[in-house]
């Protein structure tokens, strides 16, 4: 899994147009970012030891990042959806 800066960037700048509450405005602010830490950290984290020959639990760290900029983009989308039709009339 390769992360890319392209959907932090898209998210710190969209969420201030996204139609949410300031704590769903936060979650979304800050899911890509935290995602971009936690996976290369679960990777580098879970082999630290010179014996290990396969990752340890650390490796979880990843699915968490994943599932974390997954429900950030998707609440972020959410936002940006209401924006819109709230701005069109419907």
């Known amino acids: 899994m390769r992360m890319h800066s392209g959907s932090s960037r898209v998210s ?22 935290t995602a971009a830490i936690l996976v290369p950290s679960a990777f580098f984290l879970s082999v630290l030891s010179p014996e290990a020959e396969e990752p340890n639990a650390l490796i979880y760290l990843a699915y968490g990042g994943a599932v974390l900029l997954a429900a950030g983009m998707v ?8 924006a819109t039709r709230a701005s069109s009339g419907t």
């Open 12 to 33: 710190l700048a969209d969420h201030r147009l996204a139609r949410l509450s300031p704590a769903w405005k936060w979650f979304a602010r800050l899911a890509a970012p």
């Open 75 to 82: 609440t972020l989308g959410v936002g940006l959806i209401r």
